[in-house]
């Protein structure tokens, strides 16, 4: 399985963008789509998360700011990030997990898309 990513760039302080991640290959069911971020020198920190049923998990520092949403029918996950700040400066990963049409668990990570904010 295969992960795209897109949307990612350079945007001022308080500005917004929006990420998109599509799932390719031999897919069967996707239970839990994600955005994870890193800054060089530090650990990846997970943003975001949503379940298939649409259940949200938020970072704290994002709440309020970001949301992430999910198409289905599409095997695409989106992240709306609005207010952004300096600190949302990093590379954003999108990961996706669930099962391929044989019926194998996978877990794969796109191949990570810069924001950059600047103040």
């Known amino acids: 399985v295969q992960l795209q990513a897109s949307g990612g760039g350079l945007v001022q302080a308080g500005g917004s963008l929006r990420l998109s991640c599509a799932a390719s290959?031999?897919?069967?069911?996707?239970?839990?789509m994600g955005w994870y971020r890193q800054v060089p020198g530090n650990e990846r920190e997970l943003v975001a998360t949503?379940?298939?049923?649409?259940?949200?998990n938020y970072v704290d520092s994002v709440k309020g700011r970001f949301t992430i949403s999910r198409d289905n029918a599409q095997n695409t996950v989106y992240l709306q990030m609005n207010s952004l700040k300096s600190e949302d400066t990093a590379v954003y990963y999108c990961?996706?997990?669930?099962?391929?049409?044989?019926?194998?668990?996978?877990?794969?990570w796109g191949q990570g898309t810069q924001v950059t904010v600047s103040s």
């Open positions: 290959g031999t897919i069967f069911t996707i239970t839990g």
């Open positions: 990961n996706v997990d669930g099962r391929t049409g044989r019926g194998f668990r996978f877990n794969s």
């Open positions: 949503i379940t298939s049923d649409g259940a949200t």
